[in-house]
Each structure stands twice: as structure tokens, then as C-alpha cells.
């Protein structure tokens, strides 16, 4: 019976959309229950584009919460898997690589301005727009390096 306890659970896993969870988790306020269901996840998945883009959702999280050491943590953790599965996958046609990219790059930058690290953050997102071919990807860091430029700066009026 155990065995078939664990059997199916292993399954659920596998067949459970990982992302949706850990979401809601994180929606919920429980950081720690969404990092170890990504984590059970990666158990019996291992480290797939589907498990990047949990942990780029757990870097969100963690930034939102102020949590700022786990948000670089699961930033970082992200950015490596999506760099090793990049090695052998393209980039273009996998939305969970891609959204795992540019939510790790947006956290990364948005910890560095937030150190006052300001030029720095800007900085590493051109390399990394000149880094990208992949136009999507280049909008969303284009982005980011103008709302770090615009932070301080009065609103525009409207007229």
C-alpha cells in the first residue's frame, strides 16, 4: 500500500501544473510551502524549464515579500538552470524558458537598484539585451532599463 501511496504521488507531481501551485502558494503568502513544492517537483522532474520557471515565480515572490536574500537565491538558481538548458534547447518556442530568463534577469536587476547599485543594474541589462536575439525578451529589458532610469525622475504631465 505504501508503495502505491508513493507511487501515485510521485504521478501527481508529474502530472500536476507545478507552476499553478507554486503561484498560489505564493498568493496565499506561504513562500515556504510554494519553495517546497517546487522543490518536490524538481524530485521527481529534475531541473526542467518547468522547474526555472517555479523558481522565477519563488524570486518574484520573495522580492515582493521583501525577502531579498531568497529572491537572489531563487534568481540566481534560476538563472543557472535556464543557462544549462540552454546549452542543448533553444530559447525561442519554450515560454517557460523565457518567462524563467526574464523574470530571473528582472529580479537580479531590480536587487542591484534597490542596493543603490543603480548603473550596475543598468549596466548588466544592456549586456544582456546585446546578449539576446530574441525580440520579445529584448522589449521586456528594454523595459526594465527604462523604468531604472525613470526611478527618481518626476512623472511626466499630462498634456
Known sequence: MKI?????????????PVLQDV????????LAGAAAYAEDFRKVN??????????????????????????????????????TLL????????PKLIS?????????SKLLTMQGK??????????ELERTSWLPLKIRIQKNINLIGMEGQPAPENG
Open 4 to 16: 502505491f501511496v508513493l507511487t501515485f504521488m510521485a504521478f501527481t507531481l508529474m502530472a500536476a
Open 23 to 30: 503561484r498560489g502558494k505564493i498568493t496565499a503568502g506561504d
Open 46 to 83: 529534475g531541473e526542467n524549464a518547468e522547474y526555472a520557471e517555479a523558481l522565477s515565480w519563488l524570486a518574484r515572490g520573495a522580492f515582493s515579500f521583501k525577502n531579498y536574500k531568497a529572491a537572489e537565491l531563487y534568481s540566481t538558481q534560476a538563472r543557472t538552470i535556464v543557462d
Open 87 to 94: 546549452e542543448k534547447e533553444k530559447l525561442e518556442g519554450n
Open 100 to 108: 524563467a530568463l526574464g523574470a530571473s534577469i528582472e529580479v537580479h
Open 118 to 127: 543603480k548603473k550596475q543594474a543598468v549596466s548588466e541589462l544592456k549586456a
